[in-house]
């Protein structure tokens, strides 16, 4: 009986160090969620997701002593999978709001992102943000741009996809008026479908944190794992290697 107990104690012992590694059930591997369609951030290669928030993710993991698992879905899935416990973790190009934090704990901002406006290079009815009052928006869903902009130019005026290439692509043939989305992946849009513009004035301006469940203890260890990545100058390696010097 004695030794019978003495196992059953170590089996509970040994389960609670792989729980304690990070919150996964896993034991030493991170559960990522993600939206792989958002380059550079996070996108395809291959059947590879790459991008920033990837190799950003991978770095602080790597830190902590633990592997990197990532799953890939639509950007308004994200939080609710959170919440769920399917995911240790979320890096998106995500934008802290005060919605989003009464729904998830975010860490320090490690990125100031853009949102910036797409038009036809023939529209020469949309010049500034202020003259999309009216306009039909196209958006990706769950995005700063969905919430943001139902709010300044009302629901009624907003068509909402499920990635940001969709919206681009309803733009390209003329079904919305104009996209707001993030700054660099308009760039890499732009660049991938001819006849379309980015407006010189951006939209705002936002931080990108990444998301965890509420009360979880990676948020603490994911700070400081971004400090030392920051003193390093890994992190910046990184941004340097995805967009170029230059960049918050």
Avoid at 153 to 169: K, L, P, S
Wanted: hydrophobic share 45%; with cysteine.
């Amino acid at each position: 009986m004695k030794k019978k107990i003495a196992c059953i104690l170590v089996a509970i012992m040994a389960l609670a160090s792989l729980v304690a590694c990070g919150g996964s059930a896993s034991g030493e591997t991170l559960v990522m969620a993600t939206s792989a369609d958002f380059p550079p951030f996070q996108y395809y290669e291959g059947d590879q997701i790459v991008g920033l928030d990837v190799d950003i993710a991978k770095a602080i993991v790597d830190k902590l002593g633990m592997e990197l698992e990532i799953e890939d879905m639509s950007f308004d899935a994200i939080i609710p999978a959170i919440q769920a416990g399917r995911a240790d973790f979320a890096m998106a190009a995500m934008t802290v709001t005060e919605e989003r934090m009464t729904q998830v704990d975010f860490s320090v901002s490690y990125y100031t992102g853009r949102q910036v406006v797409i038009v036809s290079e023939d529209n020469s009815d949309i010049n500034t943000p202020d003259d999309l009052e009216g306009m039909s928006i196209g958006v990706q869903i769950g995005t700063t741009g969905d919430i943001l902009s139902s709010w300044e130019f009302g629901d009624e005026n907003i068509q909402r996809f499920t990635r940001g290439m969709e919206a681009v692509q309803a733009l390209a043939q003329g079904s919305v008026d104009a996209v707001i989305i993030d700054d660099y992946p308009a760039h890499e849009f732009v660049n991938a479908v001819s006849g379309l513009r980015i407006l010189p004035a951006e939209w705002l301006e936002e931080d990108y944190a990444i998301a965890f469940p509420q009360g979880s203890e990676l948020v603490d260890k994911f700070n400081a794992a971004i400090e030392e990545l920051k003193a390093n100058g890994t992190f910046q390696e990184i941004v340097d290697r995805h967009i170029g010097t230059g960049t918050d």
